[in-house]
């Protein structure tokens, strides 16, 4: 099968426009005739299910959590860019389009991300006009701060809660909906299948986390805003819950699985204290505005961090990247700072870790200016840690944040599987093999707010109304017997081993053998383990309870069997592209100075993977990027 | 350190509860008080036993899913903090505390110590918004708005819907968190449009759910986790007057 984008023809700066005047349109009258089924209600989908309903069309939206305001977006911190230029620095439509492409190293497809940063200034009108309380001047008008990867002041935030604060926007939006009768919302829900109808996606199956009760449900399209799947490595700075199972079935259904070795690992995380961690929190990557990072010259340097003189500290990225300096992209500051930790100069217990230190910012500005900035952030610190870290230096090292793999889509955000759309973390498109700060709520909100609701449309009057399957139909019952009998498998085995066992042990493989650094080596041993280990969670699990309440570890159990195949898919991935990208580094592909070795000339592509059965090698598909606009460059911050 | 920990164990919302004990044994003071029972429950599943069903998600303390009763105090003893940013250096070797979810009718329990706040949505679902469609929203910057009137509306909207509010309230009282929503958006010009309306539909949903009413005890602000002041609940007060 091919992968056909269809990015619509002519320049880059009029596709978006020149499409929207010429897609298919829905009747106002007729779009209450069609059903739309939302996974997930953090920016993407809360955003999108508000919108639809907006729009008219009938909108059922699925989550886990308790309510749709706890999606995982709500813990975003830094902000959201857009292409405003109000500070008149400089800043442009093409400017924030060159960034995020440099910023994903290539890999990343043009059009969309050109859309992205068109669509980036109405993002910020939508939430303002919603009340978002974001950061004000003294004349009134909003403040903007500067990110990674960028040169000009571009960042909108509201405190260190921004992605809290855009997440209540489209929460608010939603509940209005929900109010008003035209979005049937589910929380604590769980999608544990999509139901494909003649080769198109026409519903879902449906786990009632309180109840047990296994549902299906009919629509004319599915849409997938269900978020990344960094917990694959355990130790990440996702959500508990956040999980692959949405997109994972879906491929396993027929949707292609597009470079799920790219996965972001972000640099300014709190390090792990020991065995009992269950997650890892992340300091906010606005702190390097201020914050400077360090580490002793002297390996294995013990001493109290104020009493080392500064001509015995190095601040390797100021010394490293003189024009970026400590603002450099995330892949960069974190494969640095594992490279001070690996050859000795870590600080802080095992070394893991460098120095984030604000003194020189305190020194400069005060300390109740560094408390208005970034307050909440510091107080977090200190309540994890047991350090004020306005005292003592923070201690930082990197960690699993964001996934920029996902399930393929087109342009129109369409996966291969017609009817079964893909938005924000959960598809593949916009970041390319990595992704600058503040620029994930900026393409959920994109997606959800101002794309979708137009792509979607055109799908919809293409297949027309009144065709939505009756949910007797028997590939509905088919997958609610499958997905039934899977749930009692998990209870029947009775084994030794919890879930939580199995996940921690699947972590630390991943992180090890295909974490920052990866080699052929460590990926072959890693796709020798999975599979063992998986073979032993289906002989050895031990799910206590029942099917028919609730139970948090069936659900995590179903969330961990997904992992335990996914993980094997995503080392593949890894082991299949021959190249250093983005935050992945084949430590075989490196340049003279150890700066990363990007190989354009054979991996200039998207790979999607095609699911062929457990175990089985999944068939490999490949979108070549084409890089019109923008020519092909060493990516350099120096 | 070693802890005993007593429990309420319920099985659903029909079924008694009790409270159960369980021991807490080699739990290091670096762990979060959610790590600590995630060390408990892999004890009890490989006894055969049910895990303590709690609710949890970030585990940095926004996301409002995590909430616990600890030795009778919503989030536990610090000021300012949520159940999963505290840490076990908090408590002494040899501690018994006891675990018990939400107290409140308008939050019923469904297990252990997992309750329902949809009640808090359906409030939002009665109000609390400003009613824009989306696309055609004014250029961001063509509404000034005072410094200081957006900060204050932004401490307002940082209440993560937790509902200790509510459990550490003797009437259940949901006012600090409807006050925080009525002052965000009615400090906000563009919340202004529908402010009349918006206080006497969120006011009326909360008294539907069955949440009482304040007497100005403020045991609410003294628990919240996000130090929301009883301000605004002056402030909602004052626009239920107006309304």
Known sequence: MSLDSKIPSGPLEKKWDDYKSHIKLVNPANKRKYTVIVIGTGLAGGSASATLAELGYNVKTFCFQDSPRRAHS?????????????????????????????GGDFRAREANVYRLAQVSANIIDQCVAQGVPFAREYGGHLDNRSFGGAQVSRTFYAKGQTGQQLLLGAYSAL???????????????????????????????IRDLVTGQVTVHSADAVVLASGGYGNVFYLSTNAKGSNVTATFRAYKKGAFFANPCYTQIHPTCIPVSGDHQSKLTLMSESLRNDGRIWVPKKQGDTRNPADIPESERDYYLERKYPSYGNLCPRDIASRS???????????????QGVYLDFSSAINRLGEHTIAERYGNLFQMYEQITGENPYKVPMRIYPAVHYTMGGLWVDYNLMS????????????????????????????????????????????????????????????????????????????????????????????KIMWNNCGMARTDKSLKEALVKIPEIREEFWKNVNVPGSGSDLNQSLEKAGRVADFLEFGELLCLDALTREESCGGHFRSEHQMDDGEA???????????????????????EHREKLEFENIKLATRSYK | MDLKLKVWRQKNAKE???IVNYDAKGISPDMSFLEMLDVVNEDLIVKGDDP?????????????????????????????VTTCQLHMRSFKDGDTIFLEPWRAKAFPVLKDLVVDRSGFDRIIQAGGFVSINTGGAPDANALPIPKKDADVAMDAATCIGCGACVASCKNASAMLFVSAKISHLALLPQGQVEKKERVKNMVNAMDKEGFGNCTNQYECEAACPKDIKRDFIRVLNKEFILS
């Open chain 1, 337 to 351: 700072a594992k490279e001070v930790c690996d050859a000795g100069f870590g600080v802080g217990p095992g070394g």
């Open chain 1, 175 to 205: 509940s209005r909906q929900i109010g008003l009768g035209n979005v049937k919302m589910y929380p604590r829900t769980e999608m544990l299948d999509v139901v494909v109808i003649d080769g198109h996606a026409k519903g879902v199956v």
């Open chain 2, 16 to 18: 008694k509860g009790k």
């Open chain 1, 416 to 507: 291969n599987l017609p009817g079964l759309f893909v938005i924000g973390e959960a598809n593949f498109s916009d970041h390319g093999a990595n992704r600058l700060g503040a620029s994930a709520l900026m393409q959920g909100l994109a997606d959800g707010y101002f794309v979708l609701p137009y792509t979607i449309g055109n799908y919809l009057a293409e297949v027309g109304f009144g065709k939505t399957p009756s949910t007797d139909h028997a590939e509905f019952k088919k997958a609610e017997i499958d997905a039934n009998s899977q749930l009692n498998k998990f209870l029947s085995i009775k084994g030794k081993r919890t879930v939580d066992s199995f996940h921690k042990e699947l972590g």
């Open chain 1, 74 to 102: 709500i813990a975003a911190q830094g902000g959201i860019n857009a292409a405003k230029n109000y500070q008149n620095d400089g800043d442009s439509v093409y400017r924030l389009f060159y960034d995020t492409i440099k």
């Open chain 2, 52 to 80: 303590i069903a709690f609710e949890h998600d970030c585990r940095e303390g926004i996301c409002g899913s995590c909430n616990i009763m600890i030795n009778g105090e919503a989030h536990g003893p610090l000021p300012g």
């Open chain 1, 597 to 619: 070795k990007r190989d354009d000339e054979k991996f200039c592509h998207a790979t999607a993977w095609e699911w062929k059965g457990v175990g089985a090698k999944p068939t």
